[in-house]
């Protein structure tokens, strides 16, 4: 089970970190990856990172401006968030996503199969 931590509030221009640890379970195989969801918006997958850590994968609303590493104990993640606007104000999630290849696209969205609780992220103008 994903247990995400490190939301609060910040300003624009802020960074922010989250990070995911994931328990009960080995995950070492299993792509990790983060998505958002703010009220009257569609959940949106952010990130993505693949099992051995080499490849990762951004939507371009946010590319450039985060960016997702898998920890050395491979059961952590973290998503390091620079210039932050309002936009991004949502509760965020880490997934484990059942990925069958060392890789991970906009199309490992659909393969979301454990999910944390969230936490929420505020930007403030």
């Known amino acids: 089970q994903p247990v995400e931590s490190g939301g609060g509030s910040v300003q624009t221009g802020d960074s922010l970190t989250l990070s995911c640890a994931i328990s009960g379970r080995t995950f070492g195989d299993y792509a990790i990856g983060w998505f958002r969801q703010s009220i009257g918006k569609e959940r949106e997958f952010v990130a993505a990172?693949?099992?051995?850590?080499?490849?990762?994968y951004y939507p371009d609303s946010v590319k450039g401006r985060f960016t997702i590493t898998r920890g050395s104990a491979q059961n952590t993640v973290s998503l390091q968030m620079d210039s932050l606007k309002p936009e991004d104000t949502a509760v965020y999630y880490c997934v484990v996503l059942s990925e069958p290849r060392d890789t991970v696209s906009a199309e490992s969205a659909g393969r979301a199969r454990h999910w944390g609780q969230g936490t929420q992220v505020t930007v403030s103008s």
């Open positions: 990172v693949s099992w051995s850590g080499r490849v990762t």
